[in-house]
Structures are given as C-alpha cells and as structure tokens.
C-alpha cells in the first residue's frame, strides 16, 4: 500500500476529563484531558484480514470489546489535545496496518563458509597450544 490510510474522523469518538499534574487553577475548572476512541470491531473501514493484523499489533492498547483508546494530556488546552491524541491514533493504526517482509532464509557463501572454518581452525590451533608441552594428546582433559 503506497498511500497512508486515515480512519475515518466519523468513526472516531472524542472524551474530555480533567487534567492531573501541576497547571493552576486551569487543572482545577477546565477538562483539557482528550481520549480519543475508535471501535475496531464495529469498522466497516477494515478488511477482516486488516482487523486481525491491528489486534495483533495493538492487542494490548485495544480493551476486550473492540475499543482503541488514546489519551492526551501534554498541551494546556483542549484542542491541541484533541490534535494530538488523533495523530497519535492515525500513526498507531497506520504503522500496524504496514505488512512486515517476509524473510526469505539465505544460503551463506562459499567464501563465508572458508571463513568461517579457517576461524575454526585458528581458535583449535590456538587452543591446542596452550598449557603443557604443546603436543595433541597430552592436555589435562585428555
């Protein structure tokens, strides 16, 4: 897919609550908190193959009866909140609908393999002539 795809503004329910942390008297009266909502189970939007690959990708962020939930609380008002928390769904829904490659296993080389063994080789040799007279055979271990 080379173009992103957006969920539907439709879809997508909006919730304000009050903000917690420090702020003044503008925590205590407005509800600058925004949750963004989006029932995945009730989409007519996804394909049902698109719908598993979000609940795998997003199991845990999605509650047991189909809801995406994305909260923001960063900004002072409501509206950047509101901003924030549906870029923040747009991007996750986005990034989880992307199908992974599938990886290919590949043969190592030839050249990669003489590698590998003549490393092999050096570490033996290495080995070999540590501790006693240096002589195979007569190591502690044997």
């Known amino acids: 897919m080379s173009r992103e795809r957006r ?13 917690g942390g420090p702020g003044g008297q503008n925590v205590n ?9 989006w029932s995945v189970e009730e989409t007519s939007w ?12 997003l199991g845990s962020r999605i509650t047991p009866s189909g809801i995406l939930r994305v909260t923001s609380q960063r ?24 199908q992974k490659k ?3 296993p590949t043969e190592p080389t030839r050249k990669s393999e003489e590698e ?8 033996g040799r290495t080995k070999r002539l540590r501790g006693g007279s240096g002589t195979p055979g007569e190591g502690p271990e044997d």
């Open 46 to 57: 996804l394909t049902p193959e698109e719908r598993e690959r979000l609940k795998k990708a």
């Open 29 to 37: 009266k407005l509800e600058t908190k925004v949750e963004a909502r």
């Open 7 to 19: 969920v539907p503004l439709s879809e997508i329910e909006f919730h304000t609550s009050r903000s």
């Open 116 to 123: 590998r063994i003549a490393a092999k080789k050096r570490r």
């Open 75 to 98: 900004h002072r008002s409501q509206s950047r909140n509101k901003e924030a928390a549906l870029e923040r769904l747009q991007s996750l829904v986005a990034k989880a609908l992307v």
């Open 102 to 104: 599938v990886r290919r």
